[in-house]
């Protein structure tokens, strides 16, 4: 990355600091912890994400302070991002964030929980043609998410890859995907705890 996408995280973890008493985004504020297990955490996958039949726009799933969608939009600016965050007072900070980092042009925020049959809502609402384009999921500490992701990947085909962020859950999300997907890759992440990404595609009939 180059040094205006670093400040760019530095803004974030400054918007981030000055919400979090209000919010609640996260218990790890100190800028070591937020430094490891936040941007270096999210920041790991990058390697994982240049097989060129990856979609260009991708859903966070729960977004919460920003991670990982709105790190992965500042590292990767020839892509596309909706953030979706059930709490009403966390996506307006979101927004709030894609104002700031001035972000706008690229990244959507959809205030409403996801579910199979409210997906394509919330991208119609954010402007995505999903007659036409295919994007993927992005999950990270999503509450129940080795029961919540199956279900989630269960959408129409306009959902093509997902990147899940994790531990035992990963792993445990695996061995449960719908008949249409398939796991390609899964990466050790350096910032220890046995954290891994797992990358998953729906396979080609």
């Known amino acids: 990355m180059d040094a205006t996408q670093v400040a760019a995280l530095v803004t974030h973890y400054r918007l981030l600091g000055e919400a979090n008493n209000q919010f609640n985004l996260t218990r790890l504020i100190a800028p070591v912890e937020a430094v490891r297990w ?10 994982c ?4 039949d990856l ?5 966070d799933i729960g977004s919460g302070g920003g991670f990982p ?26 927004r709030h964030c894609v104002a700031e980092l001035d972000l706008g042009r690229r990244v959507q925020v959809f205030a409403g929980d996801i579910e199979p049959g409210t997906a394509v809502r919330a991208l119609l609402s954010c402007g995505v043609d999903v007659s036409r384009e295919t994007c993927g999921i992005l999950a990270r500490a999503v509450e129940d998410g080795p029961r919540r992701l199956p279900r989630l990947l269960r ?19 695996t061995s449960r ?10 990466h050790l992440l ?9 990358l998953l ?3 080609i009939n």
């Open 177 to 186: 995907l719908p008949p249409a997907w398939e796991l390609r890759q899964h």
């Open 201 to 203: 595609v729906r396979r």
């Open 69 to 94: 969608g709105l790190v992965l939009a500042i590292a990767r600016p020839d892509w596309q991002f909706v953030l979706t965050e059930r709490r009403p007072k966390k996506a307006a900070f979101l």
């Open 155 to 173: 959408v129409p085909p306009f959902a093509s890859a997902a990147f899940w962020f994790g531990q035992e859950d990963a792993w445990a999300l």
């Open 190 to 198: 350096p910032t220890g705890d046995r954290r891994v990404v797992v």
């Open 49 to 52: 994400l240049t097989a060129p």
């Open 55 to 59: 979609p260009d726009r991708w859903m």
């Open 38 to 47: 936040h941007y270096l955490d999210v920041l790991a996958v990058l390697p």
